[in-house]
């Protein structure tokens, strides 16, 4: 789809944040300011920078980033809670521009902790989220665990979310409950129920308890969301929140049945993805989507021959766009005689027929006991080759 109009998604990560609430995954102030730095230049439109209130730490990372990001917005996370958003404002009102996020807990289950009634929880709503909107005239508000919240009481409590100043409204999946259709279905219901929802931005925030957070957070875009909440691969409670780099893969690569754009230079999606997963301790699964060691990797025959012969048999984007030199074809007992041969030429060696096809025998053999080939045993198998033979 080249020539027609794509809608604008605003990418908002939150791996300084809910990323960083996985246990182990506390990030140092350098490391932190580090990340903001890399999310910023790639085109982040919105970085949640952490939690003011909940450490000394957190108020400080998050007031410098707020005071060194050149063109994200930088937003704090609140309770409904006066201080709360108070201490938030300290610190993102250094950004140039900043947002306030507050959030409560609106489901059933939420609501007992703090022992609200339906309608004391309203009232609390109001006067937080207007209350933000005097300090600072971006406010994103969420009800949290909104996928398990009654749909009245949700149409309810949104209403007067937008009422009280409201520019963003997020749709959290807490719990990575939801499934893609009911993601879709809960934004349509928001957006045609709701007086005034056509006026702010719906965001949706999804966890990855199911697996289903990439699928549900591009179903609630395909129903009216226009913000994606997502970490660096994937960082986050439990089993993560949606992947930044599978949101806007998914959206660059299917552009043609999802016509949506972001503003992230996807070349630079592996430089951040090895650093957030050096700096949270957190390695990345092989096979993980997009940025893990395999995914641009092919080692069988069949794979191989069809990728050196044209790319587009095996690979559905360019390694180049994510930020990788190129693919990778790594010998194993899988591969055949023509990644030999490519690996013989990218070696700088020249054989024979003949001469490939001993060493082809004696690389199998090797394969066998070894689960990878790397370029020092090629070149052993040449050297044994050619003083055997
Ligand atoms: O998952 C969640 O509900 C959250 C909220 C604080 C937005 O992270
Ligand atoms: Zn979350």
Known sequence: MTDQAKDRVYIFDTTLRDGEQSPGATMTHDEKLEIAELLDEMGVDIIEAGFPIASEGDFRAVSEIAERAKTSVICGLARAQINDIDRCWEAVKHAARPRIHTFIGTSPLHRAIPNLTMDEMAERIHQTVTHARNLCDNVQWSPMDATRTEHDYLCRVVEIAIKAGATTINIPDTVGYTAPRESADLIKMLLERVPGADDIIFATHCHNDLGMATANSLAAVEAGARQIECTINGLGERAGNTALEEVVMALKVRG???????????????????????VSGFPVQFNKAIVGKNAFAHESGIHQDGMLKNKETFEIMRPEDVGLAGTSLPLGKHSGRAALRAKLKDLGVEVGDNQLKDIFVRFKDLADRKKEVFDEDILALVTAAMTDG
């Open 256 to 278: 043609d049945i999802m016509p949506y754009e972001t503003k992230i230079d996807t070349r630079k999606i592996m430089h951040i993805s090895r650093r957030v997963a050096t």
